[in-house]
């Protein structure tokens, strides 16, 4: 597959439409491009695809957890480097570092501030013209 590398795309793999929707509503405003998948293996096979320049990931997907669909990720040289942002609304302690261990950039939990994220995905990933 030969997607084209946008560094203006976001990559959300969310089964939750409502949130979904607050990340679509968020964005409008911006330059980014977001792109959505509903599962882990959805998210794993859009990565390859489109080759982002951010994901956003739930930890609790279906199909494959947002920890595998991550380390998944990871193998593809194209993607190692790609900042990936896990989100989770049963933050245990210590799921951070399983997260990061797991491939993510950063950590997230639910419920978060929309203003937060988006500050986040600015650092992580500036908007481009």
Same mark, same amino acid.
């Given at each position: +597959? @030969?997607?084209?590398?946008? /560094?203006?795309?976001? !990559?959300? %793999?969310?089964?939750?439409?409502?949130?979904?929707?607050?990340?679509?509503?968020?964005?409008?405003?911006?330059?980014?491009? $977001?792109?959505? *998948?509903? /599962?882990?293996?959805?998210? =794993?096979?859009? *990565? =390859?695809?489109?080759?982002?320049?951010?994901?956003? +990931? /739930?930890?609790? $997907?279906?199909?494959? @957890?947002? +920890?595998?669909? +991550?380390?998944?990720?990871?193998? %593809?040289?194209?993607?190692?480097?790609? #900042?990936?942002? &896990?989100?989770?609304?049963?933050? $245990?302690?210590? /799921?951070?570092?399983? &997260?990061?261990?797991?491939? *993510?950039?950063?950590?997230? *939990?639910? #419920?978060? @501030? #929309? $203003?937060? !994220?988006? &500050?986040?995905?600015?650092? !992580? !990933?500036?908007?481009?013209?």
């Amino acid at each position: +597959m @030969s997607g084209i590398t946008s /560094d203006n795309t976001i !990559l959300y %793999v969310e089964d939750n439409e409502l949130n979904r929707k607050i990340v679509r509503d968020l964005l409008k405003r911006t330059t980014y491009t $977001l792109i959505e *998948a509903f /599962d882990g293996e959805a998210g =794993v096979a859009k *990565a =390859v695809e489109a080759k982002p320049g951010l994901i956003l +990931m /739930d930890i609790q $997907l279906p199909k494959i @957890s947002g +920890m595998e669909a +991550m380390r998944q990720i990871r193998l %593809v040289p194209e993607l190692a480097a790609t #900042p990936i942002v &896990a989100i989770t609304s049963f933050a $245990l302690s210590g /799921d951070d570092q399983k &997260a990061k261990a797991a491939g *993510a950039t950063a950590y997230l *939990a639910k #419920p978060y @501030s #929309p $203003l937060d !994220l988006l &500050a986040l995905i600015r650092k !992580l !990933l500036p908007e481009k013209d």
